[in-house]
């Protein structure tokens, strides 16, 4: 493959794994950070390819950037919206912040981003668009409201940006993973997440390798004709 990837969040956790396979696969990938100065630069100087800081949740921002990387690397052919947060907590416990914070860097980041790209995509016939979810915006997660909303959002915008597209020579399609080995799940308590893990068939958290690899079938030409669709890989854990 060769063209220009933009992997939000793409310098850490599951992002950095789907950077470094879009690389292999012979892509210049644009990775878009926004807080983490040190695995940024180790990114950099680890694949020599480039990571941008601007904060997704800002439409502003990612019309701008946007076209700084396209005339930085070239046009962008793929699109990883990847960046996300959680913000964990009952909502009869949840501060209204938490709600706008994990809506707009989850969620409002897909809208800013896609709207940044796909007019070129579109003008250029070519596109591919990969949104990750998670399995807890298909099956909701107790003290999530916030996540699992944002979440489940990226599958009906996936779907809702499939159909407008798919006419263009573009996909979109997103992938739920399940409760995989990153900072995020490391963050969580130790006895909540021995009880989900034990909730997984498989017996195990999934590697980021194992998320990279979907998405980098799904950006490949080989999977032009899948569109508008959401794949699970969490295990078997939950079955949709
Ligand atoms: N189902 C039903 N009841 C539950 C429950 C569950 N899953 N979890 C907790 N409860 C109950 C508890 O038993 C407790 O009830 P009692 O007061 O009657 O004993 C009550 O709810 C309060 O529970 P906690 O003490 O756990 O409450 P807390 O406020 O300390 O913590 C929480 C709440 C932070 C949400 C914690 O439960 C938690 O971390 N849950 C897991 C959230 C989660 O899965 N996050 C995933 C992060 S990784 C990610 O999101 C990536 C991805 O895509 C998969």
Redesign the pocket.
């Known amino acids: 493959m060769n063209g220009v990837a933009i992997v939000t969040g793409g310098t850490r956790g599951i992002g950095l794994d789907i950077s470094k396979a879009l690389i292999a696969d012979g892509l210049k990938v644009a990775a878009v950070y926004h807080g983490n100065e040190d695995a940024a630069q180790k990114f950099r100087d680890e694949t020599g390819h480039h990571a941008f800081k601007f904060d997704v949740s800002d439409y502003e921002a990612c019309e701008k950037w946007v076209e700084q990387i396209e005339k930085d690397l070239g046009p962008v052919s793929v699109l990883v919206n990847n960046a996300g947060i ?1 913000k ?3 909502l009869h ?1 949840m501060p209204v912040e938490n709600w706008h914070a994990v809506i707009e860097t989850n969620l409002t980041s897909c809208f800013n981003m896609s709207k940044a790209v796909v007019g070129g995509m579109r003008e250029r016939g070519y596109g591919r668009i990969i949104n990750i979810s ?3 915006g298909q099956k909701g ?4 409201t916030n ?1 699992s909303a944002a979440k489940a959002g990226m599958i009906g915008f996936t779907k809702a940006l499939a159909l407008e597209s798919a006419a263009k020579g573009i996909t979109v399609n997103a992938i739920c ?3 995989i080995e990153t900072d ?2 490391a963050a ?2 130790q006895e ?1 997440l021995d009880s ?1 893990i034990r909730s997984i068939p498989a017996a195990r958290m999934g590697k980021p390798d194992e998320i990279a690899a979907i998405v980098s079938f799904l950006a490949s030409d080989k999977a032009g004709f899948m569109n508008g669709s959401t794949i699970s890989a969490n295990g078997g854990q939950y079955m949709s």
Do not use: L
């Open positions: 959680t964990d907590g009952a416990k998670s399995i807890n997660q107790f003290g999530q996540y993973p399940g409760y995020m799940t969580m308590r909540v989900i």
